[in-house]
């Protein structure tokens, strides 16, 4: 199975800041990667999928790049809204698989 | 707006069956999509269960697959993960997830989207 790496685990920022957050892949993935949000007692929602296509709804502030084995979700002028989990899924091949997450804090 | 819901036990016994359902309002299950489970664990991050289309066709993880098994029921737009002998491994919350397809300049691509709210199953005696 594809590993995916996701750093940082954790962080904090404040608001307006511009964060990153990467995921490295075992094997090539092409841009096969979408990246998600998680908050508490909530469903898990879509940011961008094939790694740098914004969601419809999601607002310009998240970016995803990247592609092959480095992914990178960058959101710029942090909100306080944005307190949340974060996690990247390779949808390359099966089974698919997730990073370990990044919670980030504000 | 296609959302889902799951429904479990709550708590089930290491000698029993774990079984999850999600149910599928605002659309048809029939629609071209996979239909995914995927839990949380605190040990184990995300993983991904697996999948099944309409027509019963199904992909599992290998690590799960030899106690796996899933299901559609079409007259009541929902599917089903059953998982048997189940340990204090299988604790987690268990989110089912619909996985579409989506065409860009680049070319085309799935995505996860929408996801239920997840649902807690632990496995204890």
């Known amino acids: 199975a594809i590993q995916m790496t996701q750093s940082p685990s954790s962080l904090s920022a404040s608001v307006g800041d511009r964060i990153t957050v990467t995921c490295r892949a075992s094997?090539?993935?092409?841009?096969?990667l979408g990246w998600y949000q998680q908050k508490p007692q909530k469903a898990p929602q879509l940011l961008i999928f094939?790694?740098?296509t914004l969601q419809t709804g999601v607002p310009s502030r998240f970016i995803g790049s990247g592609s092959g084995t480095e992914f990178t979700l960058t959101i710029t002028s942090l909100q306080a809204d944005d307190s949340a989990i974060y996690f990247c899924?390779?949808?390359?091949?099966?089974?698919?698989?997730f990073g370990q997450g990044t919670k980030v804090e504000i | 707006q296609l959302q889902l819901e799951e429904s479990g036990p709550g708590l089930v016994k290491p000698s029993g069956t774990l079984s999850v359902t999600c149910a599928v309002t605002?659309?048809?299950?029939?629609?071209?999509?996979?239909w995914n489970w995927i839990r949380q664990s605190p040990g184990m991050g995300l993983e991904w269960i697996g999948d099944?289309?309409?027509?019963?066709?199904?992909n599992y993880n290998p690590s799960l697959r030899s106690r796996l098994s899933m299901s559609v029921d079409k007259s009541r737009n929902h599917f089903s993960l059953t998982l048997t002998s189940p340990t204090a491994a299988d604790t987690a919350i268990y989110y089912c997830?619909?996985?579409?397809?989506?065409?860009?300049?680049?070319?085309?691509?799935?995505?996860?989207?929408?996801w239920g709210r997840g649902t807690l199953v632990t496995v204890s005696s």
């Open positions: 997830a619909t996985r579409g397809i989506s065409a860009t300049r680049g070319g085309h691509y799935w995505r996860f989207d929408p």
């Open positions: 605002g659309d048809s299950i029939n629609r071209t999509y996979w």
């Open positions: 099944i289309y309409h027509d019963g066709r199904t």
């Open positions: 094997q090539g993935i092409g841009n096969d």
């Open positions: 094939a790694a740098s």
């Open positions: 899924l390779q949808t390359y091949n099966y089974p698919w698989t």
